[in-house]
């Protein structure tokens, strides 16, 4: 369990982190996001011990990192995956690491065996690809085994391949009761991976819910319709009093249920083509939440931005 309580930093004029305060339970993967400088990894520095508050607290397991016995054993984080001494080979940094938190040597071989790197671990870890690093860099958050781990934009530059296989290994570490808190500014990617988000901008929280129910909040849920009696269709919706978006060959129905869409077709002799329930995006969600917290504004519409921050410009 990982706990934020009115946490704040303050970096000169920027307040970086607002009076946050959240929770992140065991056994689910909760995804962090937000915009661009809204204080993420400041959020996950003060988690870690690495930055001090300027007010409030950031409690793992009901401490702060500075009071933990065993941190290495309680939490485990991946902020830069290149941070590894290049000369020295995966089992080489990783037995390092080891030795220097009293963490058994024999661990290491272990965690190189469940990030899939047992193949390569005397290779020179200088030479890893990103996606190779990234693995290096998560066998040595798991070295003691903790129950909570962080993880700071894991998928940034990854290949497809990278990606999936780092979404999965965050549900296995979830399903294992492990709490898992990772951060990222890909939307499309938190909607797949994170099954709790944590939304913030400008240092503030702006959402705290379920994935499912932050898309479903956000956006408006609509039902698009397609007939060869479109006419008549749409003379039939509109006394119903429902708003309707025609759209060429197609109405786009907001305020009722497909299900009954479908009775007053029938009812009306009316043939459908299709009937879809369309679901809002979570980058509509997200641009619907952030935009008035987005650091940089630009003159671009908000699906066009909602892509711009997706892709991590
Ligand atoms: N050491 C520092 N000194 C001064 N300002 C800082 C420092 N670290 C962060 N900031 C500022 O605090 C704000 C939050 O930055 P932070 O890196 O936490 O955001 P982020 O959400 O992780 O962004 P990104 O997705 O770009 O990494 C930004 O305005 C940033 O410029």
């Known amino acids: 369990m990982i706990e934020a309580r009115g946490l704040s930093k303050r970096y000169g004029k920027t307040l970086a982190v607002d009076n946050l305060s959240f929770s992140v339970t065991p ?3 909760t995804g962090f996001l937000g915009p661009n400088g809204a204080g993420k990894s400041t959020t996950m520095r003060m988690i870690l011990g690495l930055d001090t508050p300027t007010g409030g607290s950031a409690l793992i397991g009901g401490k702060p990192y500075a009071d933990l016995k065993h941190p290495l054993r309680t939490v485990g984080a991946l902020l830069d995956a290149k941070w ?15 030795r220097s938190n009293q963490l058994p040597a024999k661990r290491v071989d272990e965690v190189l065996d469940l990030v899939g790197l047992s193949g390569v671990a005397n290779k020179r870890a200088g030479g890893f690809s990103l996606g190779m690093s990234q693995r290096l860099g998560i066998a040595g958050a798991l070295l003691g085994d903790p129950q909570v781990l962080l993880f700071d934009e894991p998928v940034n530059g990854l ?4 990606i999936l296989w780092i979404r999965k290994f965050m549900h296995r570490l979830a399903d ?8 990222s500014h890909l939307l499309s990617e938190m909607a797949l991976t ?6 913030i901008g400008r240092g503030r929280l702006i959402a705290h819910s379920s994935t499912e129910e932050f898309v479903a909040a956000a956006t408006e849920n609509t039902v698009r319709v397609r007939s060869p009696q479109l006419a008549v269709l749409r003379g ?3 006394r119903t009093g429902v708003s309707l978006r025609d759209e060429g060959d197609s109405l786009v129905v907001s ?9 007053l077709a029938a009812a009306n002799g009316v043939v459908l083509h299709e009937l879809s329930p369309q679901r809002g995006s979570l980058e509509e969600a997200f641009m619907q939440l952030t935009g008035d917290s987005v650091e940089y504004h630009t003159d671009l519409d908000a699906p066009a931005a909602a892509d711009l921050i997706a892709a991590g410009k």
């Open 236 to 238: 039939a919706l509109g």
């Open 84 to 98: 590894v001494h290049p000369n020295r080979s995966a089992r080489g940094h990783l037995r390092w690491l080891a």
């Open 194 to 199: 994170a099954q709790d988000l944590i939304v």
């Open 176 to 183: 294992e009761g492990r709490t898992v808190f990772v951060s």
């Open 255 to 263: 305020g009722m249920e497909s299900a009954d869409i479908g009775e």
């Open 159 to 162: 290949d497809p391949e990278g």
């Open 27 to 29: 056994g689910r993967v």
